[in-house]
């Protein structure tokens, strides 16, 4: 497992000038990009705020769980019933699903590989079953990404006000198992200070695209 430091950080801007021109096709097939690491970690904010180097997609999960306060159907997630999941698990329409704190959550097949074959790169943002199993499954670059400290990640889980006490506790008893797992990943990513993790995951996709294609 590799970790960042400064020279990573120092590389990343240096990189970024390679970057072909925004909104341009990027040759060959793109990279699936797993990011995981336990619940309140920041992975939505991260993953959204590298938005910006362009040619890559967030895939939109399926879920059973309820929509929090400000969350969109269809742009968060996929909001839909437990008989729909499972008619959806029924026709292997899953590349990977797991139950995570109590709810099903699953990644659509059908768009990952519409999205790669365009060229683009694709994050999935999943728990560690999830990212094990494409693991198993499919090529791809594989991003843990951990709290500062589990007092930090306890204090943000609070603070996002979403969660009952008995939900926070389960994500809390999951945490230390998911961070325990972490090792088995490509690249982590300490998120203490939301820029420099930004940094890291941009230095992550960008040197990729530098090894695996002419850009
Ligand atoms: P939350 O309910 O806080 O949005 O997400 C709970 C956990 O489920 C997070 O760790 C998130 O990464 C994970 N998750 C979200 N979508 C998927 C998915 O499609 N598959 C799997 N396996 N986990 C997911």
Known sequence: ??????????????NSDTLPEKGKKLEGKGTLF?????????????????????????????TTRSP?????DGVDYRFISVDEFNKKLDQSLFLEHALVHGDMYGTLRGEIDMVLESGDDMILEIDVQGAFQVKRMMDCVSVFVLPPSIEALEERIHKRNADSEEKIELRMRNAQYEISRAGEFDFSIVNDLLDNAVLDLKKIIIDNRNLSRRV
């Open 1 to 14: 497992m590799k970790s960042s430091d400064d020279s990573i950080l120092e590389n990343s801007s240096k």
């Open 34 to 62: 797993i990011i995981s690491g336990p619940s309140g970690v920041g992975k939505g904010t991260l993953c959204k705020s590298i938005m910006d180097i362009g040619n890559i997609s967030i895939s939109v999960s399926c």
């Open 68 to 72: 929090r306060e400000g969350e969109v």
